[in-house]
């Protein structure tokens, strides 16, 4: 019995080629992030915990201002697992443009949550 074998072609240059993309222009306008980011000044954190930080020892510190941001996204979107956050983060381009996080920005580790106590119940 003979069989004949049709060959598609498939499409790989999503793997190959390189584009030059803004995420500003990527993330909808009427998106609830960019909403709250324009009525909503994050920077008071900083000041709220300026004397929690050391400049001069230990590693770098990690931004407060994206690690409330990144607890901010996982309570307003129910993501009650640091791990998954992390994973939503990694892949939701409104999220990283949230955080002030580009497409090739390292997202902080889940880690840094149960090191400092933060997460609670997210």
């Not at 222009?25 to 920077?43: G, M, S, Y």
């Not at 929690?52 to 993501?79: E, H, Q, S, T, W």
């Amino acid at each position: 019995m003979l069989y004949n074998i049709i060959m598609l072609p498939t499409k790989n240059d999503h793997q190959l080629g390189m584009e030059f993309v803004c995420i500003e222009e990527l993330v909808p306008q009427d998106h609830l992030l960019r909403k709250i980011d324009k009525v909503i000044d994050f920077e008071f954190i900083r000041d709220k915990v300026k004397d929690l930080y050391c400049a001069d020892n230990g590693r770098p510190a990690v931004d407060p201002v994206v690690l409330f941001k990144m607890l901010f996204i996982g309570y307003l979107f129910g993501i009650r697992s640091e791990r998954q956050l992390i994973r939503e983060i990694e892949v939701n381009l409104a999220y990283r443009w949230f955080i002030g996080i580009g497409l090739r920005g390292k997202i902080p580790d889940a880690s840094i949550y149960r090191e400092h106590d933060l997460s609670g119940d997210i």
